[in-house]
């Protein structure tokens, strides 16, 4: 990809867009109602506690008792004395600590974002693709590699292999390339090794992956494709399991669900 002068038709690429838009296209594209989900705001706050939690450590403060950092960093909400919700935020807190000390993790940074100039499509002349993301912790190895880990609070991990699979780990790897392009203390400090991990600190497991040459440019083929087909406008609806939770299928206006109307297989 090539940096181009703003005025070709730029397309933001996300990595949550980029998995979206591999499954289905029309369905990553299109408005959802997840905005008012209990575990959206749970995972939301327990991103913001986990936020606090490593702010202090960078700056030399004292860690919070987990139940402390729970009262005094969750906003005033009718789940917030949810017994549920203090379960998983404490098991969130206790997990992440232990996981940066048992990987020998140095704390480089909380919640970054980073986001490219705009880069011209290869095959194309006016189309451009900008990458923009936030990491939830930006961490050193003691060999110098950069590891960058995505916190999830739900309890669906992949495996390393679908992990490097996952277009998402492309663009969060990009992502730390340009971190490093933009940020001298960091480059200082890591080397260009960069390592994308899933974690559920709640249940002590995670997934890594250090992208390998090829498995990088199968990576950047599919944002291109997903890139060009936006452009394009050429939504692509695939069925899927996550039909189920998609409001064109709920709609019944789902082109991949021609044959609902009818009743019969096409059925749920």
Known sequence: MVVVPLAARAHKMTPRLADAAQECLLRAIT??????SQALAWGNAIHTLLK???????AGQAPLAPDDLI?????????????DYFKLAHACIIGMRAYLDEEELEVLRAEEF???????????????VVLSGRFDLVCRRPDGRLVLPDMKTGNRLPSDMELAALPSTTIYTLLGEELRRQDAAIRERTTDSIEIVHI????????????RPDELDAGRDAVRAAVIAIDREEYTAIRGEWCAHCPIYAANTCP???MRQGGGSENF
């Open 256 to 258: 991949a669900w021609t």
């Open 114 to 128: 980073v986001r490219t100039r705009p880069r011209r499509v290869t095959g194309t002349t006016d189309v451009a």
């Open 71 to 83: 009262v005094r960093g969750t906003p005033r909400a009718p789940w917030r004395d949810d017994p």
């Open 31 to 36: 408005p959802s109602n997840s905005e008012g």
């Open 200 to 211: 559920l600190p709640h249940l002590a497991a995670c997934s890594s992956v250090a992208l």
């Open 52 to 58: 606090i939690d490593m702010r202090r450590q960078l």
